[in-house]
């Protein structure tokens, strides 16, 4: 069965660093693209980071890039979110996503980590 | 950037047709997918390269694309349908979603 955990959510103030966890599982890993989304509350789905099997294409949406950092670590199944600058618009619930690549959709979502930004 | 528009609310009683709609330039040149969501849930795949229903997709879910609309059919929706559904597309190698349309089943 094919799982994606994210973790690592939490309560943060403006201008501080998060880094946001999704561990993956049922599938090959090192085969798959992986995707970030976010979603604000009460807003739609948002598009955040894309990183491909072998960390070699690496893309950010203009709304996070200079900010965020995207990882992964094929011997652990593992992606990682690094968030810093992070600001009240960044508050949303972060979605790690499989994607194999080509015409092929976003397949499996993760349940989602919760990211606040607040004074 | 590229931009996909969808309308925000639809209702459908139940047991009829339900169509939701996702336009973008040039939309029937891309391979559309389509998500659906409900509260406190994440996202499913429902639809993928504009026709194809993943496993355990009821074939009640069908879509289509031309031009510059895409467009998700519910035939006999039921009450589990109430859902937000997304439409998504790739751009040059990106995502780009929809702003979702909020369906109500009455």
């Known amino acids: 069965e094919v799982q994606l955990v994210e973790s690592g959510g939490d309560l943060i103030h403006p201008g501080g660093s998060l880094r946001l966890s999704c561990a993956a599982s049922?599938?090959?890993?090192?085969?798959?693209?992986i995707n970030w989304v976010r979603q604000a509350p009460g807003k739609g789905l948002e598009w955040v980071s894309h990183?491909?099997?072998?960390?070699?294409?690496?893309y950010y949406a203009d709304s996070v890039k200079g900010r965020f950092t995207v990882s992964r670590d094929n011997a652990k199944n593992s992606v990682y979110l690094q968030m810093n600058s992070l600001r009240d618009e960044d508050t949303a619930v972060y979605y790690c996503?499989?994607?194999?690549?080509?015409?092929?959709?976003?397949?499996?979502w993760g349940q989602g980590t919760l990211v606040t930004v607040a004074s | 950037s590229y931009e996909l528009t969808q309308p925000p609310s639809g209702s459908v009683s139940p047991g009829q047709t339900a169509t939701i709609t996702c336009s973008g330039d040039?939309?029937?040149?891309?391979?559309v997918s389509w998500y659906q969501q409900k509260p406190g849930q994440s996202p499913v795949l429902v639809l993928y390269?504009?026709?194809k229903r993943p496993s355990g997709i009821p074939e009640r879910f069908s879509g289509s694309n031309s031009g510059n609309t895409a467009t998700l059919t519910i035939s006999e929706t039921q009450a589990m349908d109430e859902a937000d559904y997304y439409c998504?597309?790739?751009?040059?190698?990106?995502?780009?979603f929809g702003g979702g349309t909020k369906l109500t089943v009455l």
């Open positions: 996503v499989r994607y194999y690549g080509g015409n092929e959709p976003l397949d499996y």
């Open positions: 049922g599938f090959t890993f090192k085969n798959y693209n």
């Open positions: 990183i491909s099997g072998t960390s070699s294409i690496i």
């Open positions: 040039n939309l029937g040149d891309k391979y």
């Open positions: 390269q504009d026709t």
């Open positions: 998504q597309a790739w751009d040059n190698a990106v995502v780009v």
